[in-house]
């Protein structure tokens, strides 16, 4: 139900920006991308069913989207989890909102060691974070780094996937995701997960479609915020 009220306020927005403000048919489009990125993002991180809490005390930047942290230990196999000491700190520092120090943290561990794969991931989202949801150079070289040391893993794609979103670059996260799952084996660590958020994606493709040509969004395709 939350989700069907989510997307009636997007449309019922888009349609007294347009009739009520005057706004220039030239700019619809504009208007149709700032909707659709927020329809993405609550689409793959909302949590509707979480109780409210007060905001934390102490912190130097905003909390994450999402517990990126969480995230990518269930992305990856145990054997695949780095072995530096310093990326637990890193994790504690991110979970704290400290992304720049976590960073340089894992900066030194992939330094190091550049063939350690969950610190490239990690550093890639800490720099992500640290750039209040930017894709920059240095965090899109991190994702590289790791997959180009495991070609066919979902994890740094993921991520990538994610910061593409964020900066409303959806059919490209689309591409990256969906060429992922294809070169991924049935039982890769995380299909399930890559999975969701795709299909969770796609449909916020349709409904920003369906709204681009003036007709109601559909309902059918709306994803399950109560899933994982």
Do not use: C
Not at 104 to 115: C, G, K
Not at 194 to 209: C, F, I, K, N, T
């Amino acid at each position: 139900m939350s989700w069907l009220i989510v997307i009636a306020l997007a449309a019922l927005a888009f349609a007294a920006t347009v009739f009520l403000f005057k706004l220039e048919k030239a700019l619809w489009s504009s208007l149709l991308a700032a909707l659709a990125v927020g329809l993405a993002g609550y689409s793959l991180q909302a949590s509707p069913g979480l109780p409210s809490a007060p905001k934390a005390q102490g912190v130097n930047r905003a909390a994450p989207l999402f517990d990126v942290v969480e995230v990518r230990r269930e992305l990856l196999a145990s054997n695949e989890r780095s072995r530096a000491d310093f990326i637990v700190t890193a994790d504690a520092l991110v979970r704290e909102g400290r992304y720049q120090p976590a960073a340089q943290l894992l900066a030194s561990v992939t330094r190091d060691n550049p063939e350690d794969f969950e610190a490239w991931i990690a550093e890639g989202s800490a720099l992500v974070e640290h750039a209040d949801g930017i894709l920059t150079v240095p965090a899109l070289y991190a994702y590289r780094q790791a997959a180009e040391l495991k070609p066919k893993h979902l994890a740094p794609n993921y991520f990538l996937g994610v910061a593409l979103i964020r900066q409303g670059r959806m059919l490209e996260a689309r591409q990256v995701w969906g060429d992922s799952l294809a070169a991924a084996g049935e039982d890769a660590p995380g299909r399930a997960i890559v999975a969701q958020q795709l299909e969770r994606l796609d449909a916020m493709l349709a409904a920003v479609s369906q709204m681009e040509e003036g007709a109601p969004p559909p309902t059918a395709v709306a994803p399950d915020p109560s899933g994982p």
